[in-house]
Nanobody, 124 residues
Framework: QVQLVESGGGLVQAGGSLRLSCAAS????????MGWFRQAPGKEREFVAA????????YYADSVKGRFTLSGDSTKNTVYLQMNSLKPEDTAVYYC?????????????????WGQGTQVTVYS
């Protein structure tokens, strides 16, 4: 069984920063890609950022481009999300996910494993 565990969420003032971490545990697996999604109350889960390990640069949603930075280690199935210049609209539960097979990293159905989520709250 595979578990993804997120950490690093919290309460931060607008303009501040947080760094989320996601680590995999359980049975050994090789992910093709890992990503971050978020879900605000009453809204659908949306793509934030992702990385394809065999590729070059990470992918970002337009809403976070230039403010968020994804990094990670494919050998450990670990990803981080550095979030700077946070805005109240970034408030959501942030989920880490891992994909085993090919598919567009922008869509939730591509991912095989999900974490439980970590709350990020940005106040003005």
């Amino acid at each position: 069984q595979v578990q993804l565990v997120e950490s690093g969420g919290g309460l931060v003032q607008a303009g501040g920063s947080l760094r989320l971490s996601c680590a995999a545990s359980g049975r050994t697996f090789s992910s093709r890609a890992m990503g971050w999604f978020r879900q605000a109350p009453g809204k659908e889960r949306e793509f934030v950022a992702a990385i394809v390990w065999s590729g070059s640069s990470p992918y970002y949603a337009d809403s976070v481009k230039g403010r968020f930075t994804l990094s990670g280690d494919s050998t450990k199935n670990t990803v981080y999300l550095q979030m700077n210049s946070l805005k109240p609209e970034d408030t959501a539960v942030y989920y880490c996910a891992a994909a085993l097979y090919r598919g567009s990293v922008y869509y939730t159905h591509v991912y095989d494993f999900w974490g439980q989520g970590t709350q990020v709250t940005v106040y003005s």
